[in-house]
Structures are given as structure tokens and as C-alpha cells.
């Protein structure tokens, strides 16, 4: 059954047809690629065991990740972090072979159909993430989260390749009897953890995240069904424990990042009002069906669910950056502001402390913003932001890091460990942060 979605947007209709079964693009009419060779800055010429890695990988909803960065604004701060998802996910599934080879060579049985789900299921662990990564998460469609939509992905492309992602979705869900192999695709000692902390730093340039992937790979291996680390892999775990802690709060919650994404959350928040009001907005077509739909994680278990996955399918990065410029000279005066803000880097001031903002702290600054733009109080609310950020480098409560001994033995790395300090890195720390136009930097 195919569904007819158009859209005009200033005078000009588009009109494009959605498949139901996913079947605009077959697997019968995907190139079949043989094995190559790919450069990789970070981790130099890789390739991959499997051809239907090389078909999975020209589908186009993996294309689709060269339009998205991996880290969403951050190169409003480090202005090499312009690498995408579609990298990160072909690094991700290099590792992930690297890895099987190890625990195979250590006497553990991964067979070649085993080895070939796993390293799809990382191969696809990202597909589902929208517009700039997780800057975006519930600004389009609210209550699902990218992993969710990855899932949904990868049954659709599954359905189009006749089943050959069977395994891959069972490992994904945790739901196959190896329970190593989905650690291998999440856990603290991912695939994903490896490659993104390395290929980030590379491209950020902080030299603090980086970790030697390579030698914790080789420490690898498995012990009652749980992966573990051999003790020769210990300072390396402790490294790699440092780097993650140090990577997000130098790099992906480093203040001034947390400001343009708290910006470009409230330019969406903007658009989506005025397009639900009936507004008329440039945006492209499935931008702007979203932006005039209210949109759910309930939505896409319902029989429209083919119909919105495509349609996400067809948003990337650019879909936003587009709209954003145009909308700088928008009649409406708040996302006209906002969109400036955002396009010429003209972001909010932000304070960020372990402490909660009092409710008098930001009763002030909503009547000096309200009182400099002329504008009301519920215009005004676009124009600060109160919100918190965490995060903790292990969690004590979640599938531990296991060092095995060389009796055979297993601890947890916090115990092993003569390093680290339990309470630091099991720790949830907390920040909050109270964002506002700069304008009002001298008025406090």
C-alpha cells in the first residue's frame, strides 16, 4: 500500500510517494557489493568480512548518516568535530570484527553466522538517530528514543532483505542466549564506547580522550557468558575510564555546547508552535511534517508506522541548517531572533554550577529579557533556559566491567582496581545551567 504526502511550501508543492512495506527500496534493486577497502582516518584501511555489510551499508537509510554529525554543535567549540554518524558506525563495526577474532582465538565458539548478525547490529546501533544526534532527541517526535527508532529501522531494512537481519535484531534486543554478543554492542565496554572516544577525541583534538582500543580488544575475553578484561588489560580499563569522564566534561557537555543546542532546541520548539497554529514556514517536506504534526513514540506502533519511518528517514542535519537560515527573516520576530542567534553564532550566556537556580534568579531574568525585547511573558520563555546535565564514567548498578584474574576468578574493576576511587567515578554528577542572551551578561 503506498501513501501520497505533499506539501506546499511558499507557492510550491511537493509531492512524494511512501511505501507501506519499506519496498521503495528493495533488496533487489540494492547494488551488491563485493568486499573493499575503506581509509579511515582513525583507524587507517579497514574492510569487512561480510558482503551484506557493504549492502546494508548503501541502503539509504545508512546514507543517510553522512548527513548527521556525530556531535551534533559541537564544532561551535572544536571546529574539526564535522565527522558524521555514517563514520562512527562503519568504525563501530571494524572494531566489532577486530573483537570476534580475539575471543575466538581464546577458545570461545562465535560462529560465522553469529559473527555476521553481531557485527550488523552495530553497524546499525545509530540508524535511528535524528538531526544533529542527541541535541534533537524528543524535539521532533517526543517519548522515543533513537535506540527505539534504531530498532524500528533495522525491522523495516530487515524486511527488505528477506530476513537476514533476524539474529541481528535478536542480539540487538538482548535476546539471543550469547549474552556476550549484545554486550559487545552495549555495555560499558562497547563497540560504540571504543570508537566513539577515540574518533572524538581525534577530531576534537583533545588528546585527553584518547584510549587504547586496540590493546583493550586484545584484553578481550569471556568468562560464564559475561564479557570480561584480562588483568594484563587493567590500567588500560582505567584509562579508558578516565578519558570517557574527562570527553564529556571537556567535550560533549563543555558549557558553551550545552548553550547553541539549548538554542536550537528552543528554534524547533519555535517552528513547531507556529506550525501547528497553521503558520506558513520554509522547511523541507518531512521537516515540516513534523513540525505540524504532534508526533509520538505511540504513533509509530501504529498502522502508520511504515509511513513515519520513512518520512524520518528523509530528515538529516540539512533539513534543519536549511530552515534555520531562512527563518532569520521570518516575520515572527522570536524565531526570527533565535535563528540569527544560532546562524552567526551570536548564542546565549550560560552559567553552569552543581547547584539548582533559584526561582527568584530566574524570575529576573524573564522580566529583563521581557522588558529589553517588549515582548510577553510567554514569548520571553524562549529566550532562557533552566535545565541540568549528568552523567557518571561507570555505573556501579549497570553491567560492570569484570576483570579476570588469572585463577580464572572475576572482579569488578572498581575492586581490581588500586586507582580508582569508587565513589568518583560510580557517582552521578550533576550540573545546572541557566542559559539567556548575552546582551544581559553585565546587568546581574
Known sequence: MFYSFDSTINGIKFDFLLNNN???WPVSELPFNKRKIINDPVLGFISFPF???????EHPYFQRLRRIKQLGLTNYVYPGTNHTRFQHALGACYLMGSAIQVIRSKGHDITGEEAEAVMIAILLHDIGHGPFSHALENSIISDLQHEELSLLFMEQMNDAFSGRLDLAIEIFKNRYHKRFLHQLVSSQLD????DYLRRDSFFSGVTEGVIGSDRIIKMLNVKDDQLVIDIKGIYSIEKFLIARRLMYWQVYFHKTVISAESLLVMILKRAKELAMSGTNLFTTPALGYFLSHAISGKDFSSIDKARLIMLFSRLDDNDVIASSKVW???DD???????????????FRIEMRKETFSDERIELVKNLIMEKYGITENEARYFYVNGSISNHAYNYMDDRIKIMQKNGDTVDITEASDMLN?????SNVTKH?????????HTF
Open 328 to 330: 532569520c527573516d521570518h
Open 22 to 24: 519499506d519496498k521503495t
Open 333 to 347: 520576530k522570536i524565531l526570527s531572533a533565535l535563528c540569527d542567534k544560532l546562524v552567526n553564532r551570536r548564542l
Open 433 to 441: 545551567f541557566l542559559c539567556y542572551p548575552k546582551e544581559f551578561k
Open 51 to 57: 558482503e551484506i555489510i557493504y549492502d546494508l551499508v
Open 422 to 426: 569508587v565513589s568518583v567515578f560510580s
Open 191 to 194: 563497540m560504540d564506547r571504543l
